[in-house]
């Protein structure tokens, strides 16, 4: 067998964690160079977005982009724009997620929130400018070149799925719903808007760079994408639940103290638990349609009930 640095050794995830630090230093790289490129009139501002940005995080989105991608067939630039277009939208969701009108948390990938280490209206504009900065990197041929209806469509799969159909739709039922009991089926739809469409759209921007829209194969990555999106939330709520903000590197016990719904609320630790790594495996069972070595998004979907933060 001729030995590659992709090169996935049977039995083992050494090799699928070590790609997965590699795409989380390629976007890391991307994103700094994209914001080395601009030219913001705010100093203030622009230090803010990098600073919401740069220098942390797991970078999942990111890697589910280059993972689809990769395994259909894409590569290069196409893949760095919508691996950094999903990351500035989630850095953006994480910065107005944490401002004191919805989650009020102050510590954010070990640091203080954007709003806490500028202000509040920096913070709204921060938001504001990267989710402007990730539709220009899918729409403008500098940071996409290639084909215009790829473009498009690359952009439009984004938009749905961050907009009041999807993530801020979620949002608001999130909010919403704050202090009021829920069933799990309330709690699954509003976890499948607000963090499942962004995850999903992921996996989705990477087929898309690689077939094109409209093709068969994008049903199959729609699928795994609202199972590990699913598989992902649980295991947030777990680890809300379980760990500390020392090692989550943001305020642990959130949703408990916000009075929320969790699954960890409505199933016990315990079933939260076993549910995790039911809806993973669902996730992995859509992976038997792909044809192509699938065993790196095999493992991001166990990455996700196994993290430890
Ligand atoms: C404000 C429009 C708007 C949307 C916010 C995604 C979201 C919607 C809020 C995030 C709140 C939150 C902490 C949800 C739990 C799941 C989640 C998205 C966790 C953070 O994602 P990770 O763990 O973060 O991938 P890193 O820092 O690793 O990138």
Redesign the pocket.
Known sequence: MLMTDRTVVPGTTTSHSSILTENSCRVESELTELFRTRSVASTRLAEAMRYATLG?????RATLVYAAGELLGARGKVLDAAACAVELV?AY??V??DLPA??DDNLR?GRPTCHIQYDEATAILVGDGLQSLAMETLLSERFNPGDARIRAAMAEVLVRAIGDEG??G??AIDIEFTGMRKSLEELSTMHAL??GALIEASVLLGGIAALGPGHRVLDVLSRYGRALGLSF?IA?DILDHTSDSMTLGKDAGSDDRQNKTTYVSVMGLDKAREEASRVCRDAVGCLRELEGDTGFLQYLAEFTVSRKS
Do not use: A, I, P, W
């Open positions: 942390g995080g797991k970078r999942l989630h969701s994480l107005h997620d919805m989650d990938r993530m801020v979620g949002q607000k963090t939330q947030d």
